[in-house]
């Protein structure tokens, strides 16, 4: 039998509590993310920023921070002049650092009694990400399912080996490449993890496939140990998590963006984002059947610390 780690916490409090936005925060704090390697830029060149981001997040109520590794691909380093040794070394060092703030986090509130030790999840985005052109919203990549498990490969297997508590497939634009990641995954028997999608609207994903069949599909794998959406408008999410809920037994993940949208072509987020209010829309999510919730793009700790205060159940203390 698999370990499952997230379920003392829905066994405890009954909903687990993510993080929220990393980049967004770095950006907040005024660092340039401009180019192709996003927030992965700053595993090469601000490695306190990034942990300092992890440990405010655990200090907002995260029960779970999720590793720098989204944007961070080997092909990408390479191409900035990275050698593929340091490639992999900074692949490895986006799970050391999660596991160091939430180490680091632990030894000043474990004898609370007031807080499970908090989760790592390796982050593992899409070819999309790695291509940093937007088609993380659409899936289109014109790769079939063996081209795409030769493309994620081994970064999977080096995040694998550095040891999280779980990897976080997180805004999985297609179908096909969910079944991508779902053969890595049956590869390494010992791992677990969660699939989340980015969806287009109230009942599909951004490729266009229905959620139910993708759910359904991934419901079956005894490794994946939640499904749902990330990276979604809010609006779409209780309909959402009702889809998944109708063909799987497994707890529903939903961690939005803040309802802002992004502008391709401006390359910036339109809109406006209130922390309370997006904690109030997390209580709907959970009376939907969500019981893993926290933020995407244009989330900070804040919204972590709203939703923490919402999602506060007795005796957490």
Not at 124 to 133: K, N, Q, R, T, V
Not at 155 to 180: M, Y
Not at 196 to 207: A, K, L
Not at 217 to 238: E, H, K, M, S, Y
Request: proline share 5%; glycine share 8%.
């Amino acid at each position: 039998m698999i370990a499952n780690p997230i379920q003392p916490f829905l066994e405890r409090y009954g909903v687990l509590i993510l993080d929220g936005g990393l980049a967004t925060e770095l950006e907040a704090r005024g660092h340039d993310l401009s180019d192709s390697l996003w927030s992965a830029r700053l595993l090469r060149d601000n490695l306190q920023a990034i942990k300092q981001v992890h440990l405010d997040y655990l200090r907002a109520g995260a029960d779970c921070i999720i590793s720098a590794s989204y944007q961070a691909t080997i092909p990408g380093y390479v191409q900035h002049g990275l050698s593929e040794a340091q490639a992999v070394s900074l692949l490895q060092r986006s799970v050391e650092l999660a596991r160091e703030a939430r180490d680091s986090f632990w030894e000043t509130v474990q004898h609370t009694g007031e807080r499970l030790r908090p989760l790592v999840a390796a982050s593992i985005g899409p070819y999309g990400a790695y291509l940093a052109d937007g088609s993380e919203y659409s899936g289109r990549y014109g790769l079939d399912q063996a081209a795409l498990i030769a493309f994620h490969r081994r970064r999977w297997q080096i995040l694998v080996e550095s040891a999280p508590d779980v990897l976080a497939c997180e805004t999985i634009p297609s179908a096909v490449e969910a079944r991508a990641l779902a053969h890595l995954l049956s590869e390494t028997p010992d791992t677990v993890a969660w699939f989340s999608f980015s969806c287009r609207d109230e009942q599909h994903i951004s490729d266009g496939t229905r959620l139910r069949e993708c759910v359904e599909w991934l419901d079956a794998f005894p490794q994946v140990v939640a499904i749902g959406v990330n990276c979604t408008a809010p609006r779409f999410v209780p309909a959402l998590i009702a889809e998944a809920r109708r063909v799987s037994r497994k707890p529903i993940i939903a961690y939005p963006n803040s309802g802002e949208t992004y502008d391709v072509g401006q390359k910036r987020w339109l809109g406006l984002s209130i922390p309370a209010d997006f904690a109030q829309q997390s209580g709907r999510w959970r009376e939907a059947g969500a019981a893993l919730i926290g933020g995407c793009c244009r989330t900070r700790p804040d919204h972590i610390r709203e939703i923490r205060v919402r999602q506060r159940v007795e005796g957490e203390g």
